[in-house]
DNA sequence: GAGCACTGC
C-alpha cells in the first residue's frame, strides 16, 4: 500500500484548507489515486475545523464508507469509532468524540429529516459527487437551498457550514454553476494511460445480446494470445450472458495450445472467472486473488467491477458497451429493466479500470458511429429515471412543498414528480393541498416503499404485525429464490414448489413469510437455505430489517396514539386484508383466459409469472394483488395473492379521483381556495360515478376488456402459425 | 411456461 507522503494531493494542502475555510460551496475534482477521499478530512482536521463541528464525508456505497474510515483513522493513529468513524444502516461505529464521520449518503439524508440544519457538522463533503446517486443528487439541492437562504440571513458573515462537493474531472463547471459559482479547485491525477480502440463488431443497428456475447469472447482469446501479460476484464450486462460468455472461453481456450511465447513472456493458461452480485460472497472473493504464475486472468462481470470492486493487475478490458439499467416509466407506471447502451462517461470509466497499476488498453468491440451515434455523453441521473415517491415524500417532510421549484442539478421530468405525487396522495401521505399528513410522517420513518408501509401501521392497529413486519422485510430484499442455470433447475424449482404449497398455497406473499419464519426456526439458517435454494445472503439481510422495523414500530407505538381495530374474520383474510390497504394500486382482475387487467388506470394486459404459485390455477382466480410488475416477453405479476373485491372496494375509487384537480397546483406554492372548492365538488361526482362504474364492472360476468380480447385474439393468431 | 444490473435507508 503507497503512502500517504506521495500522493498529488499533499502539495494543496494550504490552499486547499484554506479555499474551504473561506467558501460556502467549493468542488473539489479529482481522478481516482488523487487522495481526495482519505487526505482532505484529514487537512481540516488539522486545520481545527473538528472544533466547529463534525467533519463528515459522504458514500454512495457501504463498503467504501467503511473501508475509507478504517484507513483513514489507521493513518491518523486513532482507534476506529473514537475521533474517526463511519455509520451506515445496522452498523454505527462512532462515538461522542468522533469528529471525522464517514457514512453513507442515506444515513446522511436521514439526519436531516431530524436535524435539517445539520447543526452538529461544521464541514460536509459529498464524494463522488459525478456518480449521481438519488440520495446524493437530494443532498446536493437540499444543501444548495438551505445555506443560500442561511447565507442571506447571517448579519456578521460568519459561516457555520460549509460543503465541499468531490467529483471526478467530469460536469464541473455545471456543478460549480449549480452552487453559485463556487470555486472549483482541481487536483492532479495519478493513473496510467489506457489506449482505447473501437471494433466494428457493433454498429447502430445491432442490439442483439448474442451477437455482443460472441465478440466478446472472441476479443478476449484474441488479446490473450497477442498481448503481454496482464489479466483481462470483461464488462457484460448480467448472469445468464456471463455464464454463457464463461463457457464459450472454457471451450475455446482448451482448444488452444497453451504454450507459445507472446514478446518473449510465456503466457500458458487463461483462469475464467464470472463475476455478479448475487454470487455468494467466498466466491467473489476468489477474483481478487492472484493467478498462479504465467496464468492470465480473464474476469467476465456485470458493471459492478466498474465502480463497486476493484480488481488489481488489470491491463486490459474488453467492452462490450452495454448495461442493465433500471428506468421507470410514468406513462405505464412500471419499472422496466431494460439493456441499453453505456454513455461515452461510462465508457471512459471502464477503460480506467486497466490503468490503475500500469498502462493499459481497451478494447471496444463497437464501432466509432455506434459511440458517435448511440452513446450520450454522460448517464441520466437517476433522478431522471427512478421512481421518485419517497423522494417526494422526504422532500415534503423537510418542508420542501414545491416539489416542482426545488433546485434539482437536473430537473427531474415533471410528470415523474406529478406521478409521485399522486401515489402518495393515493396512500394519504399526503392532503389535497399537497401537506403532508399524520399518516405520511409515520411512513417516512420507515425505511420501506410507502404502500407497504401502511399496510404494516394497518396490521399494528389489528395487533397483527408480528405477520406484516417478516414480510415487509422480506418484500425490501433482493429476489430470495435461486434459480440455477439448467443442471440443478428441476430439483430446485421442485423445493420451490413445496414450500409454496406448505405455506397454505396460492399466496406467493404467504411463502415469503414462511421461509422467513423457517428459516428463523431451524438450527442452522445457512444450510437450511442451501437445501431450499434460498439466498443466505439475502435472508439474513431480511433477519436485519425485521429487527430494524420492529424498534420503529415500537418506538412510534410509545410516543403516538396509534388507532386500534379489531377484526372477527379468519387470519388468512386479516393478513389479505392488511396487505390491499397498502396493495390497492396494485389491482389486477382477470379478464379473459389468463389474461389479467391492471386497475390503476392503465389497464394493462398481464400474466401471472410462472415462479408464481397462482400459475396455471387462474381459472379460479377473479382478483388479485401483486407486489410488482415484470416486462419481459410479458408483462408478468410476481408475488401474486387471490382478493376478494369487497376488500378493495372503497380504496379504488382513489386512484381515479386524482384526475378531478389539477395535481399540478397542489405541488405548487399558492392554493387557490375558490379553485379546490369547485375541484373537490367535482371530484366528488366523479368518485361516486367511479365507486358505480367499478361495482358494475364487478357484477358483470363476462368483462368488456377489449384489449384483452384483442390480446387474446393475437395469441390464438401465434399459435396457429 | 420462466430472461434480476447496481446501490441505499
Known amino acids: 500500500m503507497e503512502g500517504s507522503q506521495c500522493l498529488p494531493i499533499l502539495q494543496h494542502k494550504a490552499t486547499l484548507t484554506k479555499l474551504v475555510k473561506d467558501n460556502v460551496f467549493l468542488v473539489v475534482t479529482g481522478e481516482t489515486g488523487s487522495g481526495k477521499t482519505t487526505q482532505l478530512p484529514q487537512y481540516l482536521y488539522e486545520a481545527g475545523l473538528w472544533k466547529g463541528g463534525i467533519i463528515g464525508i459522504t458514500q454512495p456505497r457501504r463498503v467504501a464508507a467503511i473501508t475509507v474510515a478504517q484507513r483513514v483513522s489507521q493513518e491518523m493513529h486513532f482507534t476506529l469509532g473514537k475521533e474517526v468513524g463511519y455509520q451506515v444502516r445496522f452498523d454505527d461505529c462512532t462515538s461522542q468524540a468522533t469528529v471525522v464521520k464517514y457514512m453513507t449518503d442515506g444515513c446522511l439524508l436521514r439526519e436531516i429529516l431530524a436535524d435539517p440544519g445539520l447543526s452538529q457538522y461544521s464541514v460536509v463533503i459529498l464524494d463522488e459527487a459525478h456518480e449521481r446517486s438519488l ?57 496510467f494511460p489506457v489506449t482505447s480502440r473501437f471494433g466494428n463488431a457493433i454498429g447502430p443497428k445491432e442490439v442483439d445480446s448474442s451477437r455482443y456475447v460472441n465478440e466478446v469472447v472472441r476479443v478476449a482469446l484474441e488479446v490473450h494470445v497477442s498481448e503481454v501479460a496482464g489479466d483481462i476484464l470483461v464488462f457484460l450486462t448480467g448472469q445468464s450472458e456471463i455464464e454463457k460468455a464463461c463457457d464459450m472461453l472454457y471451450e475455446k481456450a482448451e482448444s488452444i495450445d497453451y504454450r507459445y511465447d507472446v514478446q518473449d513472456q510465456t503466457v500458458e493458461g487463461l483462469l475464467i472467472l464470472p463475476l455478479y452480485g448475487s454470487m455468494p460472497t467466498d466466491q467473489q472473493r476468489q477474483i481478487f486473488q492472484a493467478p498462479p504464475s504465467g496464468i492470465r486472468k480473464c474476469v467476465v462481470a456485470t458493471n459492478i467491477a466498474a465502480t463497486s470492486l476493484t480488481i488489481n493487475g488489470i491491463k486490459y478490458i474488453v467492452d462490450s458497451g452495454f448495461v442493465k439499467q433500471l428506468n421507470h416509466n410514468s406513462r405505464v407506471g412500471m419499472d422496466i429493466l431494460e439493456v441499453v447502451p453505456i454513455s461515452k462517461s ?66 427531474p421530468e415533471e410528470r415523474l414528480l406529478l406521478e409521485a405525487l399522486k401515489q402518495l396522495y393515493q396512500f394519504d401521505a399526503i392532503d389535497r393541498r399537497g401537506q403532508v399528513t399524520q399518516l405520511g410522517r409515520l411512513i417516512m420513518e420507515f425505511p420501506l416503499h410507502p404502500g407497504l408501509t401502511r399496510a404494516l401501521l394497518k396490521a399494528a392497529a389489528y395487533g397483527c404485525e408480528d405477520i406484516l413486519l417478516p414480510l415487509a422485510a422480506m418484500l425490501s430484499v433482493e429476489n430470495i429464490f435461486i434459480r440455477p442455470g439448467t443442471a440443478k433447475q428441476k430439483e430446485a424449482d421442485k423445493k420451490q414448489r413445496n414450500m409454496a404449497a406448505q405455506s397454505g398455497g396460492m399466496n406467493d406473499f404467504a411463502t415469503l413469510l414462511s421461509v422467513f419464519q423457517w428459516c428463523k426456526a431451524s438450527d442452522s439458517p445457512s444450510a437450511w437455505c442451501k437445501e431450499n435454494w434460498i439466498h443466505w445472503r439475502a435472508l439474513k439481510s431480511a433477519f436485519s430489517i425485521e429487527t430494524q422495523l420492529r424498534e420503529i414500530l415500537l418506538r412510534l407505538q410509545q410516543v403516538k396514539d396509534f388507532p386500534v381495530e379489531t377484526f372477527a374474520g379468519n387470519k388468512s383474510e386479516l393478513f389479505r386484508r392488511c396487505l390491499c390497504t397498502g396493495y ?128 387474446q385474439r393475437k395469441l390464438e393468431r401465434q399459435h396457429k402459425l
Open 346 to 411: 461510462e465508457a471512459q470509466q471502464r477503460a480506467g479500470r486497466a490503468g490503475r497499476t500500469s498502462a493499459g488498453k481497451c478494447f471496444r468491440i463497437y464501432s466509432n458511429e455506434f459511440w458517435e451515434k448511440c452513446m450520450l455523453d454522460y448517464t441520466v441521473p437517476e433522478i431522471q429515471r427512478a421512481s421518485l415517491t419517497s423522494v417526494v415524500l422526504t422532500l415534503k417532510c423537510l418542508g420542501v412543498h414545491d416539489v416542482i421549484r426545488f433546485p434539482y442539478l437536473d430537473h
Open 135 to 191: 440520495n446524493t443528487d437530494i443532498l446536493l439541492g437540499l444543501l444548495k437551498k438551505t445555506l443560500l437562504q442561511a447565507d442571506k440571513g447571517s448579519k456578521d458573515g460568519s459561516v457555520r457550514l460549509r460543503v465541499v462537493v468531490m467529483s471526478a474531472t467530469l460536469e464541473t463547471d455545471k456543478l460549480s454553476t449549480f452552487l453559485g459559482h463556487c470555486p472549483v479547485f482541481t487536483i492532479p491525477g495519478r493513473t
Open 584 to 711: 390497492f394500486t396494485n389491482v389486477a382482475r382477470r379478464s379473459i383466459g389468463k389474461i389479467f387487467s391492471t386497475m390503476d388506470g392503465h389497464g394493462t394486459a398481464v400474466h401471472v409469472h410462472p415462479s408464481s404459485s397462482l400459475f396455471d390455477q387462474e381459472a379460479e382466480l377473479d382478483w388479485v394483488i401483486f407486489h410488482d410488475m415484470m416486462v419481459t416477453s410479458r408483462v408478468y405479476l410476481r408475488t401474486v395473492c387471490p382478493i376478494r373485491y369487497d376488500w378493495v372496494k372503497d380504496l379504488l375509487p382513489k386512484l381515479h379521483e386524482v384526475d378531478a384537480y389539477e395535481l399540478s397546483n397542489i405541488a405548487r406554492e399558492e392554493v387557490n381556495e375558490e379553485e379546490l372548492a369547485k375541484l373537490e365538488s367535482k371530484e366528488a361526482k366523479r368518485q361516486k360515478d367511479t365507486a358505480k362504474k367499478l361495482e358494475k364492472r364487478n357484477d358483470e360476468t363476462s368483462v368488456g376488456d377489449a384489449r384483452a380480447r384483442y390480446l
